[in-house]
Every structure is written in structure tokens, then in C-alpha cells.
């Protein structure tokens, strides 16, 4: 036994949650009712994650800015363009996709039990007061802008503090950080877990009716992260971008598939983020700064299921205000981790721009509930995975003006 768990753990974290994958599936349709109990194991590594994360981007954060020197070089300028560009780009193809391939919805039933936005005015508001929340509020909600402005403002406030009081905080920054790796060495059993559940309670039947849409949604999903986004690396460090690219998907939008969480993929990304050699003042900022503005993911579900509502309505739409719901939806995505229900909130602010009803807008909301199961995991698996590329492609980019060879770890 002990040989066993000496061999299992020499394989690369990616490999176990493979294994655990394919028993997930195996049990999902084998035992779906006598394999209950392992739907806990993706509960508990969820929440686990969920947990450390607020906490651990807190800490990061602020030993980062409170041991920054002057001079030292961080690219966070790069990074938000990059993460900007990344969104709005994904929004374009978003609505290319609906006009080339335009899909009627089956209405699904209207969801009473939430309320969308007013406009994009309501939805910067929130972003901002999200700033400004108080800092245990914002530790106890993950509210990860209100975050990173408190760490980032404390940050700023101890770099002229003892070195004693510095050092406290990287302590406690690198016990969090061993924390969250001792967590990741349990993935394999979340996945099983998450997966377990997902077929086992969901299943893929529900999904038939709404093939088209899946199409549309999942393809504009992977052309985003296998063309758009290498060919933005490209521009950037002109050389090969797949082995990052690929990695990226591989580690950060594998686990994000599963967990459906940027919050719980923050750790995963950091953690891949140091095998990469990248600079920790760097990481430990854009990270969760990325998973609250980088929303590739969510700026096309917000495109594709507006545009599918205006041809189920037979709205003639023209090029300009085609451009007009790309940028909404681009903006609106920054901002949907600032309002509840994410991403879909958000589709009846788009529908707005055509004049549909919010009635009508909010059955679509229910149709994206129904879809959610695979939607809300590519979209989540794209938007981590984001994260990390354009974070490495800027340092990268750093790295090839100082002649500094660019080698991706396998």
C-alpha cells in the first residue's frame, strides 16, 4: 500500500485528476445510487478552496505592495489591456457566431426568484461600492474588488513599517499558500466527487433541446481559447503561444470545468502561476484582479443569449448596433462578479438594447439555468485559464526585450 501511495504521488497533479475523472464517470453510471456518498468529496473541496481563497488573495496581496521597492517592474498595466482586450474579443466573436449561426429558444419557464440589473449605470455602481465594502464583509463574502482595494490600501500603508512586521506578513502569506497546496493534493478526489454529481443528478438529457445553443455557446468558447487567445500571445512574445496555452487549459481550466468557481480556481491558478516561474508580486495581484474583470466566458454567454432572444423574436439587427451590444456585453461582463447570479443577470440588461421586455429576458435567464451545466463550466474553464495566460504573456513579454528564455514546464 505504502508503494502505492509513494507511485501515486510522483504522478503530476494533472494526471490524478484525470483518474479521478474517469471514476467519477465510471460510478456516475455504474452506481449512481449506491456511489452516492462521494458527491461529498467534491463539496468539501470546493468549499475548502472557496474557504482559503479570500483569505490567501488577502495576505498575498499585501506582502506583496508592502514589500514592493521602487523600481521593481510589475506589468499590471499590461495585464488589464491585455484582460480587457481578451473580453471585448471574445464578445466580437460572441455576436459573429449568433449572426452566422442564429438559434431560436425554446422558452423556458420565467425565474421570479431573482432581479437583473437596471443598466450598466447599476451595475458600475455595485462594482464600485464593492470597493468600498467593509473589510470583514468583504473577507466573509469573497467579495474580491473590496479585497483587493483593503489589502492593496494596507499594502501601500506598511511599506515603510518594520522589517519584523513585513516578515509576519509573508509568513502568514506562505503558511496560507502551503495550505492551499495541501488542499490541491485532494483534487483528485473532488473531481470524482464533482463529476459524480454532476451526472449522476443532472445528467445530459435535459441539455437535447438546446443542442443548438450548446453549440453555439460551448464553439465560440473554444475558438476563443484555442485561436483568439494564442494568436494574442502571439503578438505578444512572437513565439509558439500553445505549450502556454495548453498547459493553461490543461491545469487551470481543468479543474475550473469541475469546480464551476473563479473564487476556488484562485489557488490553482497561483499555484500555477509559481510553476511557471512567474513573479509573485505580479500573480498574487492579477490573479483575483482576473477573476473579477478577465470574463472572455461570460461576454459570450451574454452576446449568444441575447442574439438568440432577438431572432426568436425576429429583431432585424445591423452591423453598428451589433458593435453596441459587443462593448455593453464586454462592460457588463467586468462587472458581473459584482452582481448576484453572474453572467446571466446580465442578459436581461442586453436584451434591453433591442427592446425586449425584461419578461421575455428573464425566460432567457431560465433557459441559461437549464444550459447552465455545461455553460457555467466552460465559461468558468475559460475565464481561469484566461487568467493565467495573459498574466504569463506579459512577464514573458518582459522576459524576451532582457533576452530571458521562455521555457514552459511540461
Known amino acids: 500500500m505504502k508503494s502505492f501511495f509513494e507511485k501515486w504521488n510522483q504522478l ?30 467534491g463539496s468539501l473541496f470546493v468549499s475548502a478552496l472557496k474557504a482559503v481563497a479570500p483569505i490567501l488573495v488577502f495576505f498575498l496581496v499585501m506582502s506583496a505592495i508592502a514589500q514592493h521597492k521602487a523600481g521593481h517592474q510589475t506589468n499590471m498595466g499590461s495585464i488589464i489591456k491585455l484582460y480587457l482586450l481578451g473580453t471585448f474579443l471574445a464578445s466580437v466573436i460572441g455576436v459573429a457566431a449568433s449572426f452566422l449561426f442564429p438559434v431560436n429558444l425554446t422558452m423556458a419557464t420565467a425565474v421570479d426568484s431573482i432581479t437583473p440589473p437596471g443598466g450598466v449605470v447599476e451595475v458600475l455602481k455595485t462594482l464600485l461600492l464593492n470597493v468600498v465594502d467593509n473589510p470583514v464583509k468583504a473577507l466573509f463574502n ?13 499594502g501601500y500603508m506598511l511599506r515603510h513599517a ?50 443548438n445553443l450548446l453549440v453555439v455557446l460551448v464553439g465560440c468558447m473554444v475558438f476563443v481559447a484555442l485561436v483568439v487567445n494564442p494568436l494574442i500571445v502571439y503578438t505578444q512574445i512572437k513565439q509558439n503561444p500553445y505549450p502556454l496555452v495548453l498547459k493553461s487549459i490543461r491545469v487551470s481550466g481543468l479543474t475550473a470545468f469541475f469546480t464551476r468557481s473563479s473564487a476556488a480556481n484562485i489557488p490553482v491558478n497561483m499555484e ?71 453572467s446571466l443577470l446580465l442578459i436581461p440588461l442586453a436584451c434591453s438594447l433591442f427592446g425586449i421586455s425584461n419578461d421575455v ?38 522576459w524576451k526585450k532582457k533576452g530571458k528564455e521562455i521555457v514552459i514546464p511540461k
Request: hydrophobic share 55%; proline share 1%.
Open 12 to 41: 503530476s497533479i494533472v494526471k490524478r485528476i484525470l483518474v479521478g475523472l474517469l471514476i467519477g464517470i465510471v460510478l456516475a453510471v455504474l452506481l449512481p445510487e449506491k456511489a452516492s456518498f462521494v458527491v461529498i468529496f
Open 142 to 154: 469573497a467579495n474580491y474588488i473590496g479585497i483587493l482595494a483593503w489589502a492593496a490600501l494596507l
Open 272 to 342: 500555477l502561476c509559481e510553476d511557471l516561474g512567474l513573479d509573485r508580486d505580479n500573480f498574487s495581484v492579477s490573479i483575483p484582479l482576473g477573476a473579477t474583470i478577465n470574463m472572455a466566458g461570460a461576454a459570450i454567454t451574454i452576446s449568444v443569449l441575447t442574439l438568440a432572444a432577438v431572432h426568436t423574436m425576429g429583431i432585424q439587427v445591423d452591423i453598428a448596433t451589433a458593435l453596441i451590444l459587443s462593448l455593453l456585453a464586454a462592460v457588463s461582463a467586468c462587472g458581473a462578479s459584482g452582481v448576484a447570479g453572474g
Open 162 to 211: 518594520a522589517d519584523t512586521t513585513k516578515t509576519l506578513i509573508s509568513n502568514f502569506a506562505d503558511a496560507l499558500s502551503n495550505i492551499v497546496r495541501f488542499i490541491i493534493n485532494f483534487a483528485p478526489l473532488g473531481i470524482m466527487g464533482l463529476v459524480f454529481d454532476s451526472i449522476a443528478t443532472s445528467g445530459l438529457e435535459t441539455l437535447l433541446s438546446y443542442v
Open 361 to 398: 429576458a428573464m425566460q432567457v435567464v431560465g433557459v441559461g439555468f437549464i444550459v447552465g451545466v455545461l455553460q457555467d463550466s466552460c465559461e468558468t474553464a475559460l475565464n481561469s485559464s484566461t487568467d493565467v495566460i495573459f498574466t504569463a504573456t506579459a512577464e514573458f513579454k518582459e
